[in-house]
């Protein structure tokens, strides 16, 4: 669980990078989407290869964790008042199923193309390359379609934020501490991911990019 998930934290680091292009214009964004499906198609497949592993054994794992901790306790709690955990710790559950169906979504958007609440998948630029900018515009223009993404990344956040506290915890990294709820670097990447991704979609919709 541990290893697959900072295989996903590392690429979304990357992906927002990539994202944050937009605030360049659309010749950077689309020249940086040409390069990823041109001479780093290769490299590019590899990548979705092992995010694809990653991803199955995650969903696995958790489905096999969470038998566990129902068959460990079969009698249910009196109470299930929090004590100590956080609210990213009690939406891990339904919070990675949403995700998982937002990624579902995703690709079916930028990358399949199948999806296409803004009429502009098929468009290309002056330079004949997939139009993504035009797409993102297009796209975030729409309330719902900023709604849905906007709330994906208040979950992808709250993931982010348990996931990242708890892996170094779960693989033996993190030293005993006597206040082990403190959080330091979880929140502060949690947060800037959320608002990396999230900028993007506000920023087309308030017309900053456009």
């Avoid at 100590?84 to 979504?105: C, E, N, P, Q, Y």
């Amino acid at each position: 669980m541990a290893v697959t998930g900072l295989v996903w934290v590392g690429f979304v680091i990357l992906h927002v990078a990539g994202n944050l292009q937009a605030f360049l214009g659309r010749d950077k964004l689309n020249a940086y989407s040409a390069l990823l499906h041109g001479p780093a198609a290769e490299l590019l497949w590899l990548v979705r290869v092992v995010l694809i592993v990653a991803l199955v054994l995650h969903v696995l794992m958790a489905w096999q964790l969470t038998r566990a901790a129902r068959a460990a306790r079969r009698e249910g709690y009196r109470t299930r008042a929090p004590q100590v955990s956080t609210i990213a710790s009690r939406t891990m559950g339904w919070g990675g199923f949403l995700l998982l169906a937002f990624i579902v979504l995703h690709i079916l958007h930028f990358t399949t193309r199948d999806v296409d609440p803004g009429g502009w998948a098929h468009t290309a630029d002056a330079a004949g390359r997939y139009d993504i900018y035009g797409n993102i515009v297009a796209s975030f223009r729409i309330w719902w379609v900023t709604a849905i993404y906007l709330f994906a990344m208040v979950l992808l956040g709250l993931h982010l934020w348990h996931g990242v506290w708890s892996s170094p915890r779960s693989l033996g990294i993190a030293r005993p501490s006597p206040n082990p709820l403190r959080r330091r670097v979880a929140p502060i990447l949690a947060v800037a991911l959320w608002l990396g991704f999230s900028i993007v979609p506000i920023a087309v919709a308030a017309g900053v990019i456009r």
